[in-house]
Every structure is written in C-alpha cells, then in structure tokens.
C-alpha cells in the first residue's frame, strides 16, 4: 500500500508569494490533516479536512488556507509568504476513527 | 487546553544503556496516546498507538506504556540506529483527528 505522499519535497519562494503543497492520502484514508513543524514550535495543526470539509483549524492566520477533494487529495496554500513561513510542512492521512495518522516525507518550505 | 510535554529534551546513551522517555499529558477525553519516531528531513514514522491506561506496546528494543496523565517509551539495550528523535502525540475528545504534539526527545547512542 502507498503511503503519504507530498508534492514537491523542496520550495524556495521570496517572501510576499504565494505556495501551493499538494498531498496524496493512503487509499481509503478519507481524513487529510496538515502540521507546521519547526524547530522552535514543533509540530503544529494546522487543519484537518474530512470528506472535502474542513472539520478542524489550528490558530493560525488566514494566509493559510486549504482544501480537500473527491478523490481525498489535498492541498494547502499560503499567501503572501513571510521569512517565518520558513519550515517542514507535513501532511498526514487517518482512517478517520481515532487510531492515529500516518505522516508524509514534508515539504521543506524555505522562504528568502 | 490540551497539553503535552516531553522529557528529556535530548538524551545520550551508550550503547546498550537502557532508558525511558516520557510524555505527560494534559487533554480533555483522551482517545488514544501516539508515539512517532522522526529521522532529520524526514516526516514521522508511526511506531504506536495506547488507548487506555494500563496498556503496553512492544516492537523490538522499544516498550511504550500508559497511565491517566502519562506515557513511557521504554529503550532496552539500544543500538545507534535507535538515534532519532521520539514524538509523543495526543489525541483529544470530539470527532476531528487533530493531534497535539509534544517537542519531543532527541535521542542519540554512542557506539
């Protein structure tokens, strides 16, 4: 079985742009959620889509933005990138019932 | 809020030198305590999953155990292969599966 796969694994975007990561569930894995890690912060929530519906949201601002389709892929955008946008942005795909998520490789998102 | 905190920040071993790392945790209707092994660059690899307290979990050198507020990851007899850094993560109560994660440990064993 595939597991989680992340598009593109490396960015280098100048500040003010904007970013689009994509993210490819496990199949038959209907819940997509997106985390920030940092070496300051750690592993961060940032959103969790379930059937095409953003279900939960991290506090972050409105610059980050996601969305899920049909086929359970998804993608998050960030607007108007800042230099501390700058971090591994990881997507992890669920089964949907509590037993945990399984992590992609990440997106290392270096803004300049 | 739901919290969770990991200790040691970093920890050093020799060889064969057995530890313990631990996660407390502070969250609202635990539905299930996850640990995650993280190599540089890489995203978490899931190792396992504890529902209740009382619970244990075996894969090879490492044991990961549960109680009301906290969870230990045994290492007996490691090897430097087991260098890493060891995430602890949370699940809470209400149908999103968003996880809290603590900073975790970063583990390094000498030969």
């Known amino acids: 079985k595939a597991g989680v796969t992340q598009t593109p694994r490396y960015l280098i975007k100048t500040r003010g742009q904007q970013v689009t990561l994509s993210c490819s569930p496990i199949?038959?894995?209907?819940?997509v959620s997106w985390y920030q890690q940092t070496p300051g912060q750690g592993l961060q929530f940032l959103f969790e889509y379930f059937s095409e519906t953003q279900r939960n949201k991290g506090n972050f601002p409105g610059r980050f933005s996601g969305r899920q389709f049909s086929n359970s892929r998804s993608e998050m955008n960030v607007s108007t990138l800042e230099l501390g946008d700058s971090a591994l942005y990881l997507c992890a795909s669920s089964p949907g019932v509590g037993s945990g998520a399984f992590f992609g490789q990440g997106t290392r998102l270096t803004v300049v | 809020e739901d919290q969770v905190t990991q200790s040691p920040e970093a920890l050093r071993l020799q060889e064969g030198e057995s530890s313990s790392l631990n996660c407390s945790y502070t969250?609202?209707?635990?539905?299930?305590l996850f640990w995650y092994r993280q190599d540089p660059g890489k995203g978490p690899e899931f190792l396992f999953t504890l529902y209740s307290a009382g619970e244990e979990k075996e894969k090879e050198r490492l044991k990961a155990t549960l109680t009301k507020k906290e969870s230990f990851l045994h290492i007996t007899a490691p090897k430097p292969e087991d260098s890493a850094t060891y995430l602890c993560a949370a699940l809470s109560g209400g149908g999103s599966e968003k996880l809290v994660f603590g900073k975790g440990t970063k583990l390094t064993v000498n030969p």
């Open positions: 969250v609202s209707g635990l539905r299930g």
């Open positions: 199949s038959g894995h209907r819940s």
